[in-house]
């Protein structure tokens, strides 16, 4: 199991934890934690190697979108690109730190 550490700046305040999809084959798991503080900050577990380029570049593309402040933990089985930025998504609609 491999665990990627990533830190964005992030201006979107959430109101409320959330958790969406399941750890399970082509699937991630999104855990958020709202947090003041300008900053998203990002764990990734995944039982891939060799996609922290892709990892990042995923998550980058998210938060220049969706700068949502908080604690994201992100436990991954295998889940494509696409889906990972359905994940983030969901978390941030579900979380309220959607922009207006």
Do not use: I, Y
Request: charged share 20%; net charge neutral.
């Amino acid at each position: 199991m491999r665990t990627l550490h990533f830190t964005f700046p992030a201006t979107l305040r959430a109101e409320r934890r959330v958790h969406v999809g399941v750890v399970g084959s082509g699937d991630l798991e999104v855990l958020f934690e709202p947090a003041a503080g300008g900053t998203a900050t990002v764990r990734v577990r995944t039982s891939v190697d060799g996609f922290d380029e892709v990892w990042r570049c995923a998550l980058q593309r998210f938060f220049a979108r969706m700068p949502v402040q908080g604690s994201w933990e992100l436990n991954d089985a295998g889940a494509t690109p696409a889906l990972v930025t359905l994940r983030l998504h969901q978390a941030a609609a579900q979380a309220g730190g959607e922009a207006s």
